[in-house]
């Protein structure tokens, strides 16, 4: 039996309208503080607004940065980190998707210190201002957890991090906010954490905890990921793929990633265009074929929990069922793109397969079955 240890710090407010609780939240932490959100979504649904509006009557100075775009690049993060040092804020705040939620922690990190953000990929920050999240699609988890996937504009590198001081302190759950979010945006988010069940539950260093979160996520996904995108306004859709999100999160948190999300990262990273859902929605089918042995008895279970008839198939092909439930799944939420109609070009894959070993081994590592360079090479190629 292996030994783990189990941590997550993070308050975990959700509810309708708990954003209105934003102000007394933040003044628990300070009286000034910086949000960062992306550069469209939120200004216009008046969703920023409010939350300016509701931080200021608690009495809380607030400057905001709103440079961040899908896929942050560290000089974005590094532009607000300048900014929070120069105002001297207290408290960071992330509103939007997985990308300014990210950044937030990122920039709470370089905020605090004297270097460039991506040197703490290689020195580990052990402090960071305060942060809360306040989250806008279901999708990354990142709400609760302390990771940051940042990209090298330079490189097109895209790793990602994640030290104890970068855990939110608060995680501020609303899922009137996230029913803004258009179809193709759902579709995406929703799928990403579809991968983040199948990596956590199949990976190598999972647990029961993160076996626990996941089937919780599993069965809501399930029951809510195609009502929200068929009907955006649905808002027990909306609030149940905002706990999925949630739960998913704290699944990777405690157990990783594997080969997709490994492969997706450089390809988003090379391609900032791409979607990260989008992209695992490319790669699904042939990395699910390339861990069917090892994922044999998961893969199964997952099928029976779909609903789909054992009849009179045998092991392998009841395995297979799941993969082609998750074909199903990516073509109803019209995510059946490839590689290349997503721009990826094809000599760009042998970068691609590097850069999933140099920037996110670990998720190699963790993966059910090992793969090496050449392995990688071919999931790719068979998903353009
Ligand atoms: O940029 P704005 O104007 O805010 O618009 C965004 C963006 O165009 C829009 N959007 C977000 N919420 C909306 C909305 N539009 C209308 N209504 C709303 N309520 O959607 C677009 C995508 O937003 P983004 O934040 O980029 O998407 P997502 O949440 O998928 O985050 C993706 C980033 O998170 C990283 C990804 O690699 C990527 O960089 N990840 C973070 C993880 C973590 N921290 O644990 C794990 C994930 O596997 C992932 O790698
Ligand atoms: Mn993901």
């Not at 039996?1 to 708990?18: A, K, L």
């Not at 790793?159 to 855990?167: H, N, Q, S």
Request: charged content about 20%; aromatic content about 8%.
């Amino acid at each position: 039996m292996d030994s783990f240890d189990i941590f997550n710090p993070v308050n975990i407010r959700f509810g309708r309208g708990v954003i209105g609780e934003a102000g007394k939240i933040a003044r628990r932490y300070s009286n000034s503080a910086l949000i960062v959100t992306g550069k469209t979504s939120m200004r216009k649904t008046g969703v920023l607004d409010n939350l300016i509006g509701i931080l200021k009557s608690a009495g809380v100075d607030v400057t905001v940065y709103d440079g961040i775009t899908p896929n942050p690049t560290t000089a974005e993060i590094d532009e607000a980190a300048g900014i929070a040092k120069q105002k001297g804020v207290g408290l960071i705040i992330g509103l939007g998707g997985g990308s300014p939620l990210d950044s937030a922690k990122a920039v709470a990190v370089a905020a605090k210190g004297d270097m460039p953000v991506w040197n703490y990929l290689k020195t580990p920050a052990t402090e960071a201002l305060p942060v809360i999240t306040i989250v806008s699609t279901s999708g990354t988890g990142s709400e609760v957890n302390r990771y940051s996937v940042m990209t090298n504009p330079e490189t097109g590198e895209k790793p990602g991090f994640g030290y104890a001081c970068m855990y939110p302190k608060e995680a501020i759950i609303d899922p009137e906010i996230t029913a803004s979010m258009p179809p193709q945006v759902t579709a995406a988010t929703g799928f990403d954490v579809f991968v983040h069940i199948l990596e956590a539950f199949t990976g190598k260093i999972r647990n029961a905890f993160s076996s626990a979160y996941c089937m919780q996520a599993f069965y809501l996904l399930r029951d809510n990921l195609v009502r929200a995108y068929e009907e955006p306004a649905n808002i027990e859709a909306r609030g149940n793929m905002a706990l999925a999100s949630a739960l998913a999160g704290l699944a990777i948190d405690i157990s990783g990633v594997g080969i997709m999300h490994a492969l997706e990262h450089p390809v988003s990273g090379n391609y900032p265009e791409v979607a990260h859902g989008a992209g695992l929605a490319a790669l699904a089918v042939p990395s699910m074929k390339y861990n069917l042995e090892a994922c044999k008895m998961d893969f199964m279970l997952i099928a029976h929990h779909f609903g789909i008839k054992r009849a009179g198939k045998s092991d392998d092909e009841y395995a297979y069922a799941l993969i082609e439930k998750t074909e199903d799944i990516i073509r109803t939420l019209s995510l059946n793109a490839r590689l290349k109609d997503l721009g990826v070009e094809k000599d760009r894959l042998p970068k691609i397969a590097k850069e999933a070993f140099s920037t996110m081994g670990f998720a190699i590592q963790n993966n059910a079955r090992a793969a090496g360079e050449a392995e990688v090479l071919k999931i790719l190629e068979e998903s353009y």
